[in-house]
């Protein structure tokens, strides 16, 4: 199956631009692009619809991919950016292309390009010293650091958690949260005992009982990161582990499920069943052959995977497999936090009886860390730490970003959004059946999948020949 995705906070065009292109062009083959235009249109404040003045890429970002590939392989760039004039939901390239984009950096720009808000915070003169005086938040944090994350990252906490950690990205994120798996999981095995002077002396040398054989579960076709750890959770692009010396961990197909999932519902809960019933097995199995499974990841949804998705009880029995088996319940939030699924947390729609013991961001929240329970925390200083832990510039820009979300409602302008783009596209798969299926979403975290992966590209390149840029997920 082949899909292509829709992740954007604010993309409040979508639903029409999706069914009127589609039914105006019939998804014929458009053999060339728009005039070029003598006007770049790139001093306007605001655009109202693409315009192209050449194909994408243009020559200039053709150019300049030239010279980059001198010093690096970048056969994996799309075109060139004016990030200056891009705004809101159109990016501009440096051929002075207006293009409406419906990827957003991966995801990651949470109020799209250029927000006033965000340029007004770090233009502000209160703000310049943490922008050119990186701290080393581990040791050295500012004097209003414990003031602005209560304003930022505790402000916005998922239900129940109430302690937090900040890093680079999601791979960080998702890295450190394993070693505080392991941790956690060797600290209960102690049982208040401090570590052995073994232990302590072993560890430098990656030997027992300093260093044991945790192992950590994951589904495939999820992604969790690109370093070491969360590269043995990772499973749907061979780019990113060939080659790699990978541990021998647990994973376990996710479930198949078809949409929408109540017109399936009963075979949709056999395959969820079916998928627990492996991840006990697999628990079992490892914990048996002494590799304990210290936790289990898992994405709200996958979206890397292909925008894979499942109950909210099959989500709340995996938190029962990991407490029967004294493992962390690790929930990925890094692509599905701050309220593209119409909550600022997916999970939040699973409406679990107790929080997830780890939850880990990044994206859109401009910054990389996670949350956690009271009861797991670290006792020993620097054992969930480097360089700069973080950036308090980055939490000067998520500040803005929530007084803008709250503000303006944001969520529920989503849901509703959401709702719009989800009936639009549930349209054009009953128009267009014999290559459109399995329409869904939550918020504007949307999916349709195509009926194979030439005509899946073919829709792809048509929508940016006419100036819209969506990506596309991988074959699962």
Same mark, same amino acid.
């Given at each position: 199956?082949?899909?292509?995705?829709?992740?954007?906070?604010?993309?409040?065009?979508?639903?029409?631009?999706?069914?009127?292109?589609?039914?105006?062009?019939?998804?014929?083959?458009?053999?060339?692009? =728009?005039k070029?235009?003598?006007?770049?249109?790139?001093?306007?404040?605001?655009?109202?619809?693409?315009?192209?003045c050449? #194909? !994408?890429?243009?020559?200039? /970002?053709?150019?300049?991919?030239h010279?980059?590939?001198?010093?690096?392989?970048?056969?994996?760039?799309?075109?060139?950016?004016?990030?200056?004039?891009?705004?809101?939901?159109?990016?501009? $390239? !440096? $051929?002075?292309n207006?293009?409406?984009d419906?990827?957003?950096?991966?995801?990651?720009?949470?109020l799209?390009?250029?927000?006033?808000?965000?340029?007004?915070?770090?233009?502000?003169?209160?703000?310049?010293?943490?922008?050119?005086?990186?701290?080393?938040l581990?040791?050295?944090? #500012?004097d209003?650091?414990?003031?602005?994350?209560?304003?930022?990252l505790?402000?916005?906490? #998922?239900?129940? @958690?109430h302690?937090?950690?900040?890093?680079?990205?999601?791979?960080?994120?998702? %890295?450190?949260?394993?070693?505080?798996?392991?941790?956690?999981?060797?600290?209960?095995?102690?049982?208040? *005992?401090?570590?052995?002077?073994?232990?302590?002396?072993?560890?430098?040398l990656?030997?027992?009982?300093?260093?044991?054989?945790?192992?950590? @579960?994951?589904f495939?076709?999820a992604?969790?990161?690109?370093?070491?750890?969360?590269?043995?959770?990772?499973?749907? *692009?061979?780019?990113?582990?060939?080659?790699?010396?990978?541990?021998?961990?647990?994973?376990?197909e996710?479930?198949?499920?078809?949409?929408?999932?109540?017109?399936?519902?009963?075979?949709n *809960?056999?395959?969820?069943?079916?998928?627990?019933?492996?991840?006990?097995?697999?628990?079992?199995?490892?914990?048996?052959?002494?590799?304990?499974?210290?936790?289990?990841?898992?994405? =709200?949804?996958?979206?890397?995977?292909?925008?894979?998705?499942?109950?909210?009880?099959?989500?709340?029995?995996?938190?029962? +497999?990991?407490?029967?088996?004294?493992?962390?319940?690790?929930?990925?939030?890094?692509?599905?936090?701050?309220?593209?699924?119409?909550?600022?947390?997916?999970?939040?729609h699973?409406?679990?009886? %107790?929080? =997830?013991?780890?939850?880990?961001?990044?994206?859109?929240?401009?910054?990389?860390?996670?949350?956690?329970?009271?009861? +797991? *925390?670290?006792?020993?200083?620097?054992?969930?730490?480097?360089?700069?832990?973080?950036?308090?510039?980055?939490? !000067? /820009?998520?500040?803005?970003?929530?007084?803008?979300?709250?503000?303006n409602?944001?969520?529920?302008?989503?849901?509703?959004?959401?709702?719009?783009?989800?009936?639009?596209?549930?349209?054009?798969?009953?128009?267009?059946?014999?290559?459109?299926h399995?329409a869904?979403?939550?918020?504007?975290?949307?999916?349709?999948?195509?009926?194979?992966?030439?005509?899946?590209?073919a829709?792809?390149?048509?929508?940016?020949?006419?100036?819209?840029?969506? /990506?596309?997920?991988?074959?699962?």
């Amino acid at each position: 199956m082949l899909k292509f995705t829709q992740r954007h906070l604010l993309s409040n065009t979508v639903g029409v631009w999706w069914k009127n292109r589609l039914e105006k062009c019939g998804l014929a083959t458009i053999t060339s692009v =728009p005039k070029p235009k003598q006007d770049r249109h790139v001093q306007s404040d605001i655009y109202s619809k693409p315009i192209l003045c050449t #194909p !994408v890429p243009g020559p200039k /970002s053709i150019n300049k991919l030239h010279e980059l590939n001198k010093f690096q392989n970048a056969d994996a760039v799309t075109f060139f950016v004016d990030y200056k004039h891009s705004k809101g939901n159109y990016v501009v $390239d !440096v $051929d002075g292309n207006v293009i409406l984009d419906l990827f957003m950096q991966i995801s990651s720009l949470p109020l799209g390009y250029n927000h006033p808000s965000l340029i007004k915070a770090l233009y502000s003169p209160e703000n310049m010293d943490v922008l050119i005086n990186r701290p080393n938040l581990g040791s050295f944090p #500012p004097d209003d650091f414990t003031d602005r994350l209560k304003r930022t990252l505790l402000a916005v906490a #998922p239900p129940g @958690l109430h302690q937090v950690y900040t890093f680079g990205c999601g791979s960080c994120a998702n %890295e450190f949260a394993l070693k505080m798996a392991w941790q956690t999981y060797r600290t209960n095995q102690r049982k208040g *005992r401090p570590p052995s002077q073994d232990e302590l002396t072993s560890c430098i040398l990656n030997k027992t009982p300093g260093c044991q054989p945790y192992t950590v @579960l994951s589904f495939n076709g999820a992604t969790h990161g690109r370093t070491l750890g969360v590269l043995a959770c990772s499973h749907n *692009r061979w780019n990113v582990k060939l080659d790699s010396p990978i541990m021998d961990w647990p994973v376990v197909e996710f479930p198949l499920i078809k949409y929408p999932y109540d017109q399936h519902a009963q075979v949709n *809960r056999f395959e969820e069943n079916k998928t627990l019933e492996e991840v006990e097995k697999q628990v079992w199995t490892y914990n048996k052959n002494e590799k304990p499974v210290t936790a289990i990841i898992v994405e =709200p949804i996958q979206g890397e995977g292909g925008d894979r998705r499942a109950s909210a009880a099959f989500y709340a029995q995996l938190q029962q +497999i990991c407490k029967q088996n004294g493992a962390l319940f690790i929930v990925d939030e890094v692509q599905t936090g701050v309220g593209g699924t119409g909550k600022f947390w997916a999970h939040e729609h699973w409406q679990l009886n %107790e929080p =997830p013991d780890i939850v880990t961001f990044a994206k859109k929240m401009l910054q990389g860390g996670f949350y956690y329970k009271d009861e +797991i *925390r670290c006792m020993e200083a620097g054992r969930i730490y480097n360089t700069w832990n973080g950036d308090p510039g980055k939490l !000067v /820009s998520l500040e803005a970003v929530i007084d803008v979300i709250k503000e303006n409602d944001l969520l529920s302008q989503v849901q509703q959004v959401g709702k719009k783009l989800l009936f639009g596209m549930m349209e054009i798969q009953e128009q267009f059946s014999q290559i459109l299926h399995s329409a869904r979403g939550q918020g504007t975290f949307c999916a349709i999948d195509v009926v194979d992966q030439e005509t899946r590209d073919a829709i792809i390149q048509r929508l940016r020949n006419v100036g819209k840029y969506m /990506s596309l997920m991988a074959e699962v």
